[in-house]
Structures are given as structure tokens and as C-alpha cells.
């Protein structure tokens, strides 16, 4: 792999992926104050007879956007993911019970955030959407992967739930890499050991099996980028050619990508398992980088789960 | 549009055309009166046969449907799903009942479908479902979630350029959820003026009376601060109601809100304005007087 370059955030995919998807005249945007940091805010300028502003009223969002779609359009609401989830019981009862295909965009997630400090840093967004029957659960790792996989939300016939990221990090594809929404997309290979990362650690992921590769450890790097459903025909091959697993996300390690695989792991192998993620505990200001180190969430976190993974065998 | 005189006998058949054009019908107020008794009892029977459900709020509710479904709305029966009907937005999801009684008046459900009314694998769900009943345009059941679902309905008519209606039915007691008071602020910035709200004042919430558990005071004028326009009406006076919807129905200005003074359990003796007949139903011996007092 050549070596990466620092694109937009995923957010900034976000809005990009709304740009090529907005000449179905069924799509509509709907935004909750935050348009301009969710990125909601380029479509808004192209189309604003398509656009809703529902000011800082997050539970009206979610059943007004339930609403258009049961009236034949495809509504894209976004705000931070944090906010997201004051409105989960609106997400559950209005939107994914009935099955409309409403997309939820949730920036800012992760501790990545950073400086706004602990009440803006979701940890848990993924799990929480994760347990909702009919939810597709994405989170992408750069701008480009983010802009793909929101245009082929389109053809989606059902809810779905994207977080996206705050701050630039390196663009692990290039444009017109082949992405599919439900399908891990394997960036590195190696038949030691296979890291299954989403989200800004999947750049971090790629660097530890650098690093690894001289310890003699090979490792495959997959971009798990839709947490749910979850490609377990990836994950059994996987299993099978490497033999042992390390998850890696900005995420609580209970109940988001970790957590499903364990899922998945515990009644179908014996593959052992290491999980870097936010162990069980909140955030608070500071710079990504800084962060990220003080929660594990790099580099020197994945090579010493890997080790612990491979004497696991 | 041709005026067209109400006829029970039309509407409650399975092969009647669309029911009403919304353009201020001939309407017969005591057919619409004797729909709203059989729909009452079918509210008690259905509770009754169950042993469980919602009949107070229910029959408080269920004068201001008829009043609706009987003249101004939109909807044909042997369509239900047609794209460019008016919706009708339960968002008071437990007084499914008065939902399906109206369905079964005019012959969208059929005997054996509220009969079902809370058993597995029931099209009458316990509370108001979109994927279960045909005529049912959302999925209720979490109080306070109806007049956004509705907005979000009425602001897609207008991008369509459809003149369609939303109408939403809300409980007094769900207008505690502030989700109601984001709905209403919303509705009037992005000037709903398709967007109709009927509010069942009965008075008594789940656990008793209002004034107990949380008295909300005017609701009509907070309505209006937000930009509404707003008319009081009692709930159960079928003449005024079908005033009042008609009113509602043609009134372009923003959206409106009709707060309809109701009784809970209104053509009962004993369930009326009787907090325990909110969640309960009826005993052998209660439906047995229920009926007799309907009949």
C-alpha cells in the first residue's frame, strides 16, 4: 500500500456522499442545528427546498424525518451522534419499528472529538443502534469510504444508523475503491493474526501491523466498516487462515464492533479475541492524539493485544 | 366536486367507493351518531374479549373520528394505501380501539379482525401499527411522537405539491411530552398549513386524574403561542364536530388545532370520567351493562 494521504474527515464524505446522491428528488436532509459540522450544510446550499431545519429539537427530527419517509421520501437526518441518542427511543419505536428508511448521521463520534470534552465524545453509539432489530450500523474510516458508503444508503430499504468523524485522519482508499455496504473490506494481508478495525483506528490498525510485520507477525487489516449486519463470512475465513483476532475502535468495548464479534466468536469458534477500545469509562478535553494515547487506543494498544492474542493460540 | 349525503349503508360495505371528498358533504347527523354508537360498541366488546386494552380514552376519541372519518376526509376504503389520501396520524396509540371500530364501521376491518383485537398474530395490534392494519398510516404507542411523524407527512405534501390533509389525533395527557412542544414550533415555522390536530381533552392520564398527576392548564392557548390557530369544541356534540372539522378542514392560514372537550369513557355510565376504565377492560358483567346502556 502506497502511503496514505490526510483527506477530509469522514464527515466531510458525509456531505459530499449527499451532493451525488441528490439528484433523486426523494432525498431530503434534515438538520438539527449542526449543519455545518455534520456537513449536512453543502446540501442544504444546493437544495434548500429539500431541506429541513428542525432547530435543537432532536426527538422531532427523528419522527418528522419518520414521517417523510413513510410519505415516499429518503430523509438524511444528521446532528452529533451524541445527540443522536437523545432521541434512541424515537430512533427504536418511530423509525426502526415500522422499518422506514430514514439514514441517521452521528458526527463527531469517539473520543477523537477530542478538545469539547467528555459530553460530546460518543462511546456508545454503536452499541446502543446495534441492538435495534432492522438498524444497519456503519461507520466509516476516511472521507472517501464515508461518501460511498452514504450514496449507496439510497438503496437501502430500511433505517440506518452512520457515524462519522470529527477530525481528518489518512485516507485508506482512493477514489472509486470498491465498497459495499455489509461487506469488511480487507486492506492488508497476513496469516497471523487479523485486525478488524473501524473508524479512525483503522489507520492506526494499518501502522500496527507495520510495526508487527517486524516482530515477524503478519497480520490482515480489515475495515470493518459496517458494524451491522456483520460480514461473518469474512470473519469465518478469518478465523479459519489467521487464527486469531484483535478488534480496534474508538468505541466502548462493550457492545460495539468488539462486542460483536465476541457475539459471533463465542458460539461458532475458540478464536481468541483482544479488544482495544474505551474500556468503561468517559473522556475529557484534550487533542485526538493525546487522547487516544491516555485511552490505549494506538498503536503500542494493538501490537501488545496482538501479542496477547497470538500466545492465545 | 359533487356533494354526496353520507350513507351508513355505503360505507360500512367493503366495495364503497371513496368515502368523502372533503368539500363539506351532505353529512346526516344522526347516522353519523349511530356509526358512533356501534363503534362504541365495538370498543367494549373488543376490550371485553381481549381482557385487556384502552376503552376510556377510547370512547372520549372516538366522537371526533366519526365526525372526520364521516365527512372530510379523504380516504377510500377499497384503497387504503392510496398515495394521495388525507392521513389520519393516531399518536394517542392505546385508544387503538376507537381506531379499529372506525375501520370496521366502514368496512375496511371485518368482524374477525376485532375480534383478534391483542391476540398473536392479530392485524389489531394493542397499540396502533402501520405494518399490521390496513388504514392505519403510524405506528403508535410511545406517547408525544404523532404530531412530528405528522409534520414530517404534511411537509412532504407540500414538496409533492399534493393537497392532501394530516390529521393528528392527540391524548391531553401525551401533550406533557415535550416532544409535542417541538412538533408544534416546527409546524408553525415551515407554515403546516395542511397539518390538523384534534386534541381528546378528556382530562385523566394513566394513573388519574390530570389535575393530580400534572395539569398542562390552556392547552388551546399554548397552541397559540406557537402560531396556531386553534377552536374549542365540546367532543361529543356531533353537530358542532362536524362544524368544527369542516372548519379545520378548509382553514389554510397555519396549522390548526381543534381541542375537543371530551368525557373518558363517554357513553358509559360507570367508565365515564373514572380513571380505572383508562387501562382496564370490562368484566361478563360490565360489557353486559355496557351494552345495554349503548343498545
Known amino acids: 500500500m502506497s502511503a496514505p494521504s490526510f483527506g477530509g474527515a469522514s464527515r466531510d464524505g458525509y456531505g459530499k456522499g449527499l451532493l451525488r446522491i441528490a439528484e433523486d428528488p426523494r432525498v431530503v436532509v434534515l438538520e438539527a442545528d449542526l449543519g455545518k459540522s455534520t456537513k449536512s450544510c453543502h446540501f442544504r446550499n444546493e437544495y434548500p427546498e429539500r431541506t429541513v431545519s428542525l432547530g435543537i429539537a432532536e426527538q422531532n427530527m427523528m419522527l418528522v424525518a419518520a414521517g417523510m419517509a413513510s410519505s415516499g421520501k429518503i430523509p438524511f437526518a444528521s446532528t452529533f451522534a451524541i445527540f443522536t441518542e437523545r432521541a434512541f427511543e424515537q430512533v427504536r419505536n418511530g423509525i426502526a419499528r415500522p422499518g422506514l428508511p430514514v439514514h441517521i448521521c452521528g458526527s463527531h463520534g469517539g473520543i477523537h472529538t477530542g478538545t469539547d470534552g467528555s459530553s460530546a465524545q460518543s462511546i456508545e453509539d454503536l452499541a446502543v443502534y446495534r441492538t435495534i432489530p432492522k438498524m444497519t450500523v456503519i461507520h466509516p474510516c476516511d472521507d472517501i469510504s464515508a461518501e460511498e458508503l452514504t450514496a449507496q444508503l439510497i438503496d437501502l430499504n430500511g433505517p440506518s444508523y452512520m457515524r462519522t468523524a470529527r477530525n481528518k485522519v489518512p485516507r485508506m482508499y482512493e477514489d472509486g475503491s470498491n465498497l459495499k455496504i455489509g461487506s469488511g473490506s480487507v486492506l492488508r494481508e497476513g496469516g497471523d493474526l487479523a485486525i478488524i478495525s473501524c473508524g479512525v483506528m483503522v489507520g492506526v490498525a494499518i501502522s500496527a501491523a507495520e510495526t508487527l510485520s517486524n516482530e515477524g507477525i503478519s497480520s490482515t487489516v480489515v475495515d470493518m466498516h459496517t458494524i451491522k449486519p456483520l460480514d461473518v463470512g469474512l470473519i469465518a475465513e478469518l478465523s479459519e487462515s489467521c487464527g486469531a483476532f484483535v478488534t480496534a475502535e474508538d468505541h466502548s468495548v462493550i457492545g460495539g464492533l468488539g462486542g460483536a464479534l465476541a457475539e459471533w466468536l463465542s458460539t461458532n469458534t475458540s478464536t481468541p479475541l483482544e479488544m482495544v477500545g474505551v474500556t468503561d469509562s468517559f473522556g475529557q478535553s484534550g487533542s485526538s492524539s493525546e487522547l487516544m494515547d491516555l485511552m490505549g487506543l494506538n498503536e503500542a494498544g494493538i501490537c501488545e493485544a496482538a501479542r496477547r492474542a497470538i500466545s492465545r493460540k | ?295
Open chain 2, 1 to 295: 366536486m359533487v356533494k354526496q349525503k353520507t350513507s351508513l349503508k355505503t360505507i360500512n360495505s367493503p366495495d364503497a367507493p371513496l368515502l368523502h371528498m372533503g368539500d363539506g358533504a351532505e353529512v346526516d347527523v344522526s347516522e353519523l351518531e349511530e356509526m358512533a354508537r356501534r363503534c362504541r360498541v365495538d370498543i367494549v366488546s373488543m376490550t371485553h374479549a381481549a381482557k385487556s386494552g384502552h376503552p376510556g380514552g377510547s370512547l372520549s376519541a372516538v366522537d371526533c373520528m366519526v365526525a372526520l372519518y364521516g365527512t372530510c376526509l379523504r380516504f377510500d376504503t377499497s384503497n387504503p394505501d392510496w398515495e394521495d389520501r388525507d392521513r389520519f396520524i393516531m399518536s394517542k396509540g392505546h385508544a387503538s380501539p376507537a381506531m379499529y371500530s372506525v375501520l370496521h364501521q366502514i368496512g375496511v376491518l371485518d368482524d374477525n379482525d376485532i375480534k383478534g383485537f391483542r391476540t398473536l398474530g392479530s392485524v389489531c395490534q394493542g397499540h396502533v401499527d402501520m405494518n399490521w392494519t390496513k388504514g392505519v398510516d403510524f405506528s403508535a404507542g410511545s406517547l408525544g411522537m404523532g404530531l412530528s411523524f405528522g409534520l414530517g407527512c404534511a411537509l412532504s405534501a407540500k414538496m409533492d405539491s399534493s393537497d392532501r390533509r394530516i390529521w393528528v389525533m392527540l391524548g391531553d395527557g401525551e401533550t406533557q411530552e415535550g416532544q409535542i412542544w417541538e412538533a408544534a414550533m416546527a409546524a408553525n415555522y415551515h407554515n403546516a398549513t395542511n397539518l390538523k390536530v384534534i386534541v381528546d381533552r378528556n382530562r385523566i392520564q394513566n394513573d388519574d386524574f390530570m389535575e393530580v398527576q400534572m395539569e398542562i392548564g390552556d392547552i388551546g392557548e399554548k397552541f397559540r403561542s406557537f402560531g396556531w390557530t386553534v377552536k374549542e369544541v365540546d367532543g361529543h356534540d356531533m353537530s358542532s364536530l362536524i362544524d368544527v372539522v369542516d372548519w379545520a378542514n378548509n382553514e389554510d392560514e397555519g396549522p390548526v388545532a381543534i381541542v375537543a372537550n371530551t368525557i373518558k369513557g363517554n357513553g358509559v355510565s360507570f367508565m365515564e370520567n373514572n380513571p380505572s376504565f383508562h387501562g382496564k377492560a370490562p368484566d361478563d358483567e360490565e360489557l353486559r351493562i355496557a351494552l345495554e346502556e349503548l343498545s
